[in-house]
């Protein structure tokens, strides 16, 4: 054993690790990494995983079993994976911080250092560097999930010619779409960012706001002053103190300042990167936060070089310490970094669980099945049916209901329509969408439909969400598509209160089967429900900011205004 290692006793196995490692980056910065291995000093693969949590965060995994939602105990930062099980496969496991946390030197500015030196370039010479060790073979891949999924994204895109491949767990991409749903701010990068609702948060030492950057004192003051004049930030505490109090916020800060599309998050878009990269791409997410599955299809769309999509089942959060998928992740590396022909690339591209079959299909695309999108109506009476409603608003008034803002009440009122048992099972696989004809008395409110699988019984299982702010109702014609809408974000136009607008929500990817007896419930409401048993298994801090105004909704399902889902129903073999 080397004098520069210890050894850390996990459970009956011994580890190797090499503590405080430094890194030089091109521009004279280090950074700080151990490295876990086996006792044995002969070279072998080295699978890195990088994030801005603390490595040292990332070594409770030896010691603290993994804990699922909803423990008290889950942390979502412990994302690096099982640190013994990795040594025990013949690996060695780099584990360090990005630049401005944690023991690493320098400046990070904005999430993923939007804005500072590119996370991929300091992720460039990271791989280099390990691979020249004494301790690796030469053979690198990465590891670790949510943000470092996203960390492998970035380092692939740079290619260093040591990256042999990547497994990509949970990853968040397109960075808009995963802080504003349909233009709704979710609130759960908080958490990544203060530490809140069951994550340990950045371990930050040298972190800049990305628009203080940009922006001077008195400029920044003025476009402050202008997000609180929305009325939904202003009424959120949080977001008060956020705006008001930006220094040590600095991630949070910049999203909420930037609840638009455009520049801002499309400066090395992980996916727009993802065009460069050429290397073997593992992909693989589960069910349950539509807007995660979302970003993996589009990434696999984006790839030109081998590739794997993996789409599992429910809950939608897995363990912390993570330790899941790992027996996938090493047939994956076995076969591109030590070289073993296991069979995995004779197998089809794309597996996802069916919800309901629990079945797993295959195909080499995405949707694994051909799709055709059918309508369910929303009719009198809270009925979902396939014929549409052929009385006028005369007959068939509309549904409604009034939301007060939380500040005054904790009832979030949910309207809902259902489908009569269905007489044999359906299959669903893919996006969809929900036109909703409503007429609304202010100048903006949230929709929020979520569409679930009723048994017999009464238990339900959320099968997809979408998300539209009204404001941002406008589409992109072009890039839209029957049961695949496309909107911007690019701008908010205010809606005429009293007039009755279409709006067309985006139903994130799903698989599901209805079984016989089974019901396909819709909700809508303009304020996420503050508890149910689908937000039992989410962080706390998993929810979407409210509507900070009193708003009637009222939603039109005639002839004339024919409301409906469109759904993915798969055709027949």
Known sequence: MSDQQHTIRAGEQTVAVRKDLRVPMRDGVELAVDAYSDVADTPRPALIAMSAYGKELQALALTTPPQRRPSPMWDGCIEAGDIARVVREGYVHVIGDVRGTGDSGGEMIGNYNFGGVPQGQDLYDLVEWVATQPWCDGNVGMIGISYFGSMQVLAAAERPPHLKAIFVSGGHFDFYETTYHGGVMWFMPRAAREGRGGDSGIAHTNVTSRMAELYGPEELRKLVDERLDDPD??????????????????????????????????????ITLAAHIDIPVHLQIDQGRGWTVDGHIELFNTLKGPKKLDIGAYPPMQSRPWIEEHDKMFRWYEYWLKGIDNGVMDEPAVSVFVEGSREVVTAEQWPPKQVAHKPLYLRPRHK????????????????????????????????????????????????????????I???????????????PGGARQLLTTGYLKASHRELDEERSSEGDPYHPHTRAVPVEPGVIEEYVLRLYPFAAVLRQGHRLVAELSNDEPLADAHNALLPPDAFHLPVGRAVTHKVYRDAAHPSRLLLPFTRPE
Not at 416 to 439: Q, Y
Not at 441 to 455: C, G, H, S, V, Y
């Open 233 to 270: 930030v202003a009424a959120w505490p949080n977001l008060v103190h956020v705006l008001t109090y930006p220094k040590n916020r600095e991630f949070w800060f910049d999203i909420v300042m930037n609840p638009l599309d455009g520049p801002w998050y499309e400066d090395r878009n992980p």
């Open 384 to 439: 979902l049916s396939a014929e549409p409603e052929y009385m006028g608003a005369e007959h068939a008034a509309p549904d409604g209901f009034y939301q007060a803002p939380l500040t005054v009440t904790d009832k979030v009122e949910v309207l809902s329509w259902r489908t009569e048992p269905f007489e044999e099972p359906a299959e669903l696989i893919g996006t969809g969408a929900a036109h909703l004809f409503v007429e």
């Open 441 to 455: 008395d202010q100048p903006d409110t949230n929709f929020i439909l979520r569409l679930w699988d009723e048994a």
